[in-house]
């Protein structure tokens, strides 16, 4: 069921947000850390639209699978920004998933409307027929994602690996991380038992004993670097090789069919909140905090390990312009090469998957 419930143009709305105080409440998920009070921003939805704005379509619900991924999607859920564009007609429901792969299934299962995905689970989903889309990059991966070994098992280099046991998310940019950098240091798959885990259980299993190393993200990897783990290559390097890694923001093609305004709405809160890291990172410390249950000091640190791309660059060429594209496909073909996906789809599908005109349009 659809509803019709006016707003106010975007740039009224962003003017609202703008204003909001940042030490401000999270979203209704009950996994949130959140504990300060939500911003006092009217909603959109109070005000009606000018004689030359038509009301706009909502739906009675927004449902985000999010990750407890540093960045921007955290400070929109922790202050409500969506909540706060869309009104009081409109719940925004946050649910939490431990990687990409498992938001791809809950996409699968109809359980999402958006999702916070990383480009190998994304580039997995285009060749296996999932009917999404891309219209935002939250960040591109660097040092916040690596593959990391225990300092006592004897390993100083990749091809020490063999023989080894090391845990990573299965479908997951860290997974695809890891196969790449073996693929580069020539140490066959086979050679290495690579098992599926998810983050907060290849914690557990790290300080039990279990394995000898992981590749896996923040801020589960700052856990193993505070234990002593020792950096065998990140993400940023596996990036300078060719192989960039980004977390996308996707929205089903049947969401984005029915109420493409609302799609926009969430890429400009999401282009705020870029503004927010890059121009108050202690605010933008302290809302990621909150929702990862760690220090500012501790986010900050974090979100240094990531690269955010306001709207204005990643409309160019070089993102979803064209270069985002591009990487997906070719993370189709190394993945088909590595055995992880049965086939490729057309060259075009990847391309028809990136969309550009939200971040074009983006306030």
Request: with cysteine; net charge negative.
């Amino acid at each position: 069921m659809k509803k019709s419930k006016a707003l106010m143009g975007k740039a009224s709305v962003l003017t609202l947000i703008g204003l909001a105080v940042l030490g401000a409440c999270g979203g209704s998920d009950s996994s949130s850390n959140t504990t300060e009070a939500a911003s006092t921003a009217p909603p959109a939805s109070e005000s009606a639209p000018t004689e030359t704005e038509a009301p706009l379509e909502l739906p009675d619900k927004v449902r985000i699978g999010y990750q407890n991924v540093p960045g921007g999607l955290l400070i929109v859920k922790n202050q409500e920004l969506l909540e706060q564009a869309l009104g009081d007609g409109v719940e925004v429901e946050w649910l939490l998933f431990d990687s990409g792969g498992s938001v791809n299934e809950a996409v699968l299962a109809g359980g999402v409307d958006f999702g916070l995905v990383g480009s190998s689970p994304t580039s997995r989903g285009i060749s296996t027929g999932i009917e999404y889309q891309v219209p935002w990059i939250f960040d591109v991966i660097g040092e916040a994602e690596a593959l990391v070994v225990k300092s006592d098992r004897g390993i100083e280099t990749i091809a020490d690996l063999k023989g080894k046991t090391i845990a990573t998310p299965f479908a997951s940019t860290a997974h695809f991380s890891l196969l790449a950098a073996l693929a580069d240091a020539g140490v066959p798959e086979s050679d290495v038992n690579v098992i599926d885990s998810e983050p907060d259980a290849i914690t557990a299993a790290w300080q039990q004993g279990d394995i000898d190393g992981a590749y896996v993200w923040d801020p589960n990897l700052s856990k193993l670097k505070a234990d002593g783990a020792k950096i065998l290559i990140t993400s940023k390097e596996l990036s300078e090789r060719g192989k960039t890694t980004y977390d996308l923001a996707i929205v089903t093609n049947e969401f984005a069919s029915k109420y493409p305004q609302v799609v926009q709405i969430f890429v400009d809160v999401n282009n705020q909140a870029v503004s927010i890291i890059k121009n108050d990172i202690e605010a933008a410390a302290k809302a990621n905090g909150l929702e990862l249950n760690i220090t500012p000091e501790e986010a900050k640190v974090q979100l240094g390990g990531l690269v955010f791309l306001d709207a204005q660059t990643q409309a160019g060429a070089d993102f979803l312009g064209g270069g985002l594209a591009t990487n997906l496909f070719a993370a189709a073909q190394f993945n088909k090469a590595q055995g992880k996906i049965p086939d490729v789809a057309a060259e075009d599908a990847y391309r028809n998957a990136v969309v550009t005109t939200y971040a074009q349009a983006a306030k």
